[in-house]
């Protein structure tokens, strides 16, 4: 298998009416900044996103597992140990998600570094946090056994995550380019799969991959990704935003020597966009998805 290549990711994806990052140390709340009022998501809910899905739908084996049961590293070490026939570091490398996001196993002295790494991603665009009351009744009495629930969300939040490939790290992990794909894949399809009541809402908009031919990498390209809506804490639809790619394009275009390709995926949502892209002079493959 080909060795995952140097990469950056920029995803964006968008989320309505939902609690797209709920923080546990704040009853819950949708992840907020107060100083710029724009809505936070971390990497790790995002990679949560990514793993249940390969488990799930692609039938991966994962050692972070989506599991009822609390257990240890070292517990779920030995038990990916026996499943898999393997043992010690081959039976590590042997789930996908500690290829890509790497991985510890304290007491067998095994630590991955992953060859993918993302940054926590914040909206494009201003926002809220709206707190709501709400009932539900159960039981044969219905209305007379109520119970009150309380619900935390943002009215609408265009988000754009930044992730990297490191193809020296992937040496060591053993991620593949088919690794990769996967991942992005399950990126795509998770985030829309997402189906609890608190994180349904959310959608998919563009996922890029920049493919290099060397070490290098741009960086940051969430920051070259604005909002040009003057009061953007008013947006409530994808439609309504008035995407910048400019300051994007202009970094891609100058270092296009260095550029592979450029992948996309993209919807019939994002499919105007895509034109901004084409005639840039580098190779582009489009995934509709």
Do not use: H
């Amino acid at each position: 298998m080909t060795t995952a290549k140097q990469s950056e990711i920029l995803f964006l994806w968008d989320a309505k009416m939902t609690n797209p990052n709920g923080d546990m140390l704040n009853d819950n709340a949708p992840r907020f900044d107060e100083v710029d009022r724009k809505a936070i998501v971390s990497d790790v809910r995002v990679k949560r996103t990514i793993r249940d899905d390969l488990q799930e739908r692609q039938g991966e084996s994962i050692f972070v597992n989506n599991s009822e049961d609390i257990i240890s590293a070292e517990t779920r070490f030995k038990e990916v140990e026996k499943i898999s026939g393997m043992k010690e570091k081959e039976a590590f490398l042997s789930c996908i998600d500690t290829r890509l996001f790497g991985g510890v196993a304290p007491k067998s002295n095994i630590q991955i570094i992953g060859a993918v790494q993302f940054s926590w991603a914040k909206s494009l665009n201003e926002t809220e946090t709206i707190l709501g009351q709400g009932t539900g009744a159960f039981g044969k009495d219905g209305a007379k056994n109520k119970t009150f629930r309380t619900d935390n969300y943002i009215p609408y939040g265009l988000f754009a995550m930044y992730g990297t490939i490191n193809t020296l790290n992937a040496k060591k992990s053993n991620a593949s380019e088919e690794d990769i794909s996967k991942m992005l894949n399950s990126m795509w399809n998770g985030t829309k799969f997402l189906n609890t009541r608190s994180k349904v809402g959310q959608k998919s908009r563009l996922l890029m991959r920049v493919v290099y031919k060397n070490s290098y990498m741009i960086g940051l390209l969430d920051e070259l990704v604005n909002i040009d809506n003057e009061n953007s804490n008013q947006i409530r639809k994808f439609d309504e935003c008035e995407l910048n790619f400019d300051a994007l394009k202009e970094a891609l275009v100058y270092m296009k020597e260095k550029i592979e390709k450029v992948v996309i995926y993209y919807d019939m949502s994002t499919k105007n966009l895509l034109e901004q892209f084409e005639s840039l002079g580098f190779k582009i493959e489009k995934i509709e998805a």
